[in-house]
């Protein structure tokens, strides 16, 4: 059964509670922030429940009756007597009226989630009846994590709307006005002084405001949503447009805010793909709009992920921007195949380096210094040119019998580790029939295995 959280207007409303113990008292208790008028019906209301001071709590003392529940919003079965609940539920349905049955999922109209309310931010969080636990777990996630006053921010955020719609005409630089009124709410824990808003006024309002929005260059990590940073999948959340490469986990994607824009504008091989200039031109024509543009970049944004040309074009046009790394795949998919890229009495330096490149041959390195190097030599996107690596090293004198491992799929659940001698790694891919993307890594510490058994 899916359950979808709407959220209802309750304040004055009539609900009905049937039972007088624990279970009801719990329910009235969360049921009273949001000020509906809650009738109790039960043979015997306990003393915690008459206790309670709440001018809109009605308590009758009496056995149920089918005409109790004439004229309300919803009904709460929570009395001790399983058949009682039951037959509630079954009258609540036929007349259509929203019923939740204590410990009977199945007699369950709605469900009661784990709450948390900040003045006038709410949230709901259920799992089904699956784990409660989980759901009182993502509630102190948020207490801790959100302004012990959110009230007073809330009321600052909804009266400062009027003043911005009156003294900034365009829709977009409103919000982005307003968005950064919020920031500015979490950062200070509170609400802000009249100076400090009316410094935000002057620099969005002003008339010499330039009309660029803000860039945030940001890597993804390989793959798997969760290798990306903590700062990183902030900027996600609060994206207007996220302009993404391929390789990017729809996870990562989903975290985004509804409103926000999703431009693809990935490159692999064989598919229609937009060039670099065309994406660097995409970024900043987002950002003049105004917008803040996340442009998300599987690994790093600089190993070999030409973040520096983007940055390039933004400068050209004056659009600020910022760089949030991300873990790189030299580094993360040969430790996914328990491969150390550096380890101790084997390798004492890392060497990437692209193994694609736009030269007429596809690779247009050094081999004879890569060859002399005795550190770990990892090639990321070089799997056409494999064969070609491999021949210029030992041509350049690396040993034929030096360890290499070639491994495809990274953090998918399709990836496959080939490990051979430098001299047999192509024959070994190409019977294997590994596919692109790959990363290559060729040195003693290719020899190790040092994945959880």
Do not use: W
């Not at 609540?92 to 009977?104: A, F, H, K, Q, Y």
């Not at 409103?259 to 793909?273: E, F």
């Amino acid at each position: 059964m899916g359950y979808f959280p709407f959220f209802i207007d309750i304040e004055n409303k009539k609900c009905l509670i049937v039972g007088g113990g624990n279970v009801a008292l719990r329910k009235i208790k969360k049921l009273i922030p949001y000020r509906p008028a809650i009738k109790v019906v039960a043979e015997k209301i306990s003393g915690d429940i008459r206790s309670i001071a709440y001018a809109g709590l009605e308590l009758i003392e009496k056995k149920f009756s089918p005409s109790d529940i004439d004229d309300v919003l919803f009904v709460i079965a929570a009395t001790d007597n399983v058949s009682l609940n039951a037959e509630i539920s079954s009258l609540c349905r036929e007349r259509g009226i929203l019923v939740n049955s204590v410990d009977s999922k199945d007699d369950c109209g709605f469900i009661f989630p784990s709450l948390y309310k900040n003045g006038g931010l709410s949230a709901g969080i259920t799992t089904g009846g699956a784990s409660p636990s989980l759901s009182a777990k993502c509630r102190n996630i948020l207490e801790k994590n959100l302004p012990e006053d959110c009230e007073s921010i809330l009321d600052f955020l909804s009266s400062i709307r009027p003043e911005a719609k009156r003294r900034i005409a365009d829709g977009n630089i409103r919000s982005a006005f307003l968005k950064e009124c919020m920031e500015l709410c979490l950062s200070l824990n509170g609400v802000p002084s009249s100076g400090d808003v009316e410094a935000l006024f002057e620099k969005y309002a002003g008339g010499d405001r330039k009309r660029s929005g803000f860039v945030h260059i940001v890597g993804a990590g390989c793959s798997q949503a969760d290798l990306i940073t903590v700062r990183g999948l902030e900027l996600i959340q609060n994206a207007d447009v996220i302009i993404y490469d391929d390789l990017i986990s729809d996870k990562l994607l989903d975290m985004a805010k509804e409103s926000c824009r999703k431009i693809y504008a990935g490159k692999r091989g064989g598919r229609h793909y937009m060039k670099q200039d065309e994406i660097s031109a995409l970024i900043v024509s987002e950002a003049e709009k105004g917008q803040t543009v996340v442009r998300l970049k599987g690994g790093d944004p600089f190993v070999f992920g030409r973040g520096g040309e983007e940055i390039l074009a933004l400068r050209e046009k004056e659009i600020d921007y910022d760089v949030t790394p991300g873990i790189t795949s030299a580094i993360a998919i040969p430790a996914e195949a328990g491969i150390p890229v550096t380890h101790r009495g084997l390798s004492r330096s890392l060497h990437i380096i692209t193994g694609h490149t736009d030269s007429p041959d596809g690779i247009s390195e050094n081999f004879e210094k890569l060859a002399a190097l005795d550190g770990t030599l990892v090639f990321l996107m070089g799997l056409s040119n494999l064969e070609k690596i491999c021949s210029g090293l030992m041509e350049n004198g690396k040993d034929k019998n030096t360890p290499a491992a070639v491994i495809s799929g990274g953090n998918s659940k399709n990836k496959t580790t080939v490990r051979a001698a430098l001299g047999e790694i192509a024959a070994a891919c190409r019977s294997e029939g590994v596919k692109s993307p790959v990363t290559i890594v060729i040195g003693p510490v290719a020899s190790l295995d040092l994945r959880c058994e």
